[in-house]
Every structure is written in structure tokens, then in C-alpha cells.
């Protein structure tokens, strides 16, 4: 019998998916030498929604262990209030890789001659058109209680 994909399917999966984000050191290398290449002083993450919640879950863990200010924007305030200082690492999350907004602030970053970076759920989305740096921290998940991303988000942030 196939397993209906619901909410409880996601949550049972959830435990599996934290333990391999935790022991594949290789899925966080990408953004962390990104972030080493350059001589940042602060965080700047642009998320809304699911993947804004797990970057508020990460925020403060981020800030104790890097020892640099971590800022969460919502992307509709960047794209009308985009204040960047020239030593701030800035990158956008988008689960679903499709989110407008997210796609939008993206757009917005290279206007701005800013590398542009994004984390997603799924590298084939619009997102890959949009940036330069694409790269991949949660399975896909197609229930709309995105249960796996935030936590996944989270500590893939974390780690």
C-alpha cells in the first residue's frame, strides 16, 4: 500500500533527514567557504515564511558561535529598505525555490553587485536562474506544512 504524503509522514520522516544534515559535513562546506572567502562582520539572511522561522531558530546559535551580528529580513522590506554595508554575507532561502519574493531580493542583490546566494529545498526551481551560488539543504517536501524544512533549515544554519 503507498504511504499517503501528510504532515505526520514528514514529521516521521524529520528525525532521519536532522541525522544525515548532521554527519554530512560536505551539505554545509558550500556556504560555509563562501562565507570564509570573504572578510563579512555580519549575516544578513532573507527569508520569509518556513524558511524565515528556521533562520530565527538558527539566529542566535549563529551569532554566539561566528561571534558576528546575524539579521533576518523578510524580503518585501529588502526590496523596499535594501541597506547592505560592504562586509555583510547576504543570502536568500526559499524552500520551494519558487517564492516570488525571494526570487525578487535576489534580483535585487545583483543590482546591487552583490554575489548572490541561495539555499533551497529544490536546485531545478526558478531559483537556479536567479542565482549564482544554488545550494540544496532539504529534500523536497510537497505537504504545505513544510515541517521538514524548517528544522532542516535550522541546523543545516547550526552546523
Known sequence: MEQLETMEYYILQTQDILN???KNKE???KLAQVYMDGNYRNIKI????????GSWCAKYVMEKYLGV???VINPYTFAYYPVLCEDDFVF?????GYSKNALDAL???K???RKTIALT???KSDIKDHAEVAIDYVDEEKEGYVTKGVTTLALFLIK
Open 69 to 71: 551580528d546575524v539579521t
Open 20 to 22: 544525515s544534515v548532521y
Open 27 to 29: 551539505q554545509t562546506d
Open 111 to 113: 543590482k546591487l553587485d
Open 121 to 123: 529545498g529544490d536546485l
Open 46 to 53: 532573507i527569508a520569509s515564511g518556513s524558511s524565515g522561522n
Open 107 to 109: 534580483d535585487i542583490l
Open 92 to 96: 536568500v532561502v526559499s524552500q520551494s
